[in-house]
């Protein structure tokens, strides 16, 4: 079935320093999303990405959905401690009535204060 | 918050027993998803309901049902719970599979099987 690459698996930065993750597939999708799992909660949607190409920004968050359709990146500028959290990847391919979301094992983010 | 709860939060339970995980949505979205969270695999999905007693089959089914007599409700079944599994489990849902928006997902259920 499809599978989402996602790297790095874990990372620890200094606070205030620019954070850097991808996304990469064999398939093509229609939309990438970024989430972010706080610990004990649920996984909440950050970023959507709809176009090949397309950027777009949500504070300190920037993601870009790749012009091949099969990659995406997620940067976080600037970090904070609350930051900490597992960021997911997901891709959606949608037609009629079903589509379901592919996630990536996902990236675990510390901070350091 | 999105109007989605799952309960219970947290259960243990004996290897062998039946345990069903309740997942209840107040705001009338057609898609319903249970998906299982486990170290190293990321999310996912087990099955998925696109409408009242609609349903089919994730990546993750074997030993695992489901069930939707009411839009707002969906029920995951491990009719005989075995060690494997043991994991976090999440439901969503969503207004239609391609929604700008993507799925919203509730707070997840921790289920130990000893």
């Known amino acids: 079935g499809q599978q989402l690459n996602q790297s790095p698996q874990s990372m620890f930065i200094q606070e205030g320093e620019d954070v850097s993750m991808n996304c990469t597939s064999s398939?093509?999708?229609?939309?990438w999303l970024w989430y972010k799992q706080d610990p004990g909660e649920g996984p909440v949607l950050l970023i959507a990405?709809?176009?090949?190409?397309e950027l777009t920004s949500n504070g300190r968050l920037t993601a870009q959905f790749g012009i091949t359709r099969k990659d995406s990146f997620l940067n976080i500028s600037a970090s904070i401690p609350s930051d900490v959290g597992i960021y997911f990847c997901?891709?959606?391919?949608?037609?009629?009535?079903?589509?379901?979301?592919?996630f990536g094992k996902g990236t675990k983010l510390s901070v350091k204060p | 918050d999105a109007g989605i709860t799952q309960s219970p939060r947290h259960k243990v339970t004996e290897t062998g027993t039946p345990v069903t995980l309740r997942c209840h949505q107040t705001?009338?979205?057609?898609?319903m998803y249970w998906y299982r969270q486990d170290p190293g695999h990321g999310l996912r999905l087990i099955h998925y309901?696109?409408?009242?007693?609609?349903?089919d089959k994730g990546e993750v089914s074997d030993g695992y049902s489901v069930s939707r007599s009411k839009t707002e409700d969906f029920l995951l079944t491990l009719e005989s719970a075995t060690s494997s599994q043991t994991s976090v489990y999440f439901c969503?849902?969503?207004?239609?599979?391609?929604?700008?928006?993507?799925?919203?997902f509730g707070s997840g259920t921790r289920l130990t099987v000893v």
């Open positions: 969503a849902i969503s207004q239609s599979p391609g929604t700008l928006n993507g799925y919203t």
């Open positions: 398939s093509i999708f229609n939309t």
């Open positions: 990405l709809y176009k090949a190409g």
């Open positions: 997901a891709g959606l391919n949608y037609g009629g009535s079903q589509g379901n979301l592919i």
């Open positions: 705001e009338n979205h057609r898609y």
């Open positions: 309901s696109y409408g009242v007693k609609d349903t």
